[in-house]
């Protein structure tokens, strides 16, 4: 009998892929970079006992902090949402805070994507319950919100701007329909 | 309606779910009497004017909130965690 062959596949595969999409004409106001295959965990510990262990002034508020390679997103009250390239991020995060939190491996639950471009923001703007005016959101912030009735991490990642959003893989297709809507009209490259 | 969270700061009214007056303590059930206990489990505040109210941020934060607001104005006076909440009696 054959092995079983696993191909393994992130959460836009079929759903979405690399190209340029909607308005043809002229530079594309938005590049929407598909994301997923990453390390993530949750964290479950206060912020102040996770600041103490990283020598951080941690708070319990919606802020993204670089710790290493790694990402570490608050999303609720004593929960942590962890990120880095390193597919092993979850194990190894579990063995260093042993006794000060609790750890669970959500790599590939989720579906990742990032926009950036002259129209990034006014993308966003169409579906989001945040002001994202530079006075009142920036690099570091951190949203846990809705888009079209599908809860996501919004973050903003730098000043260009970038942002990023994370949500159930379960509910890419669903966001896609609401993302290719709104990016439409103004153009979008879209990188695999 | 906009509510702000005490973590997340200034929300549209979409990102919370309600659940209605904030009761008093739980009577000691095995002395109180039946009607005391149907008071505590079914009977709400609604008054016109100020009332604390549960609200859930449930496409945020998924946090317990206290606000106190005026169900005449929809004026909210304040919002707070209802796990910071003091327990009254």
Redesign the interface.
Known sequence: MAEPRWKPVTAWEGIAAPGLFGRIDGAPGVIIELGGHVGMASVSAPAAALGAHYGLALT???RAYKIGDMTLIW???A?WLATSDDRSLADRLGAALSGVAAVADQSDARAVVRLSGPKARDVLAKGC??DLHPRAFGPGQV????FGHI?VMLRQIDERPTFEIALFRSMAESFWHWLGAAAGEFGADIRG | MRITCPYCGERDVREFSYLGGEPGPRPEGRDADIETMFEHVYQRPNPAGPIREYWYHAAGCHSWLIAERDTRTHAIAAVTAAADREVRS
């Open positions: 319990e508020a919606p999303t609720a009250p929960q319950l945040v949203a846990m919100t809705v809860n």
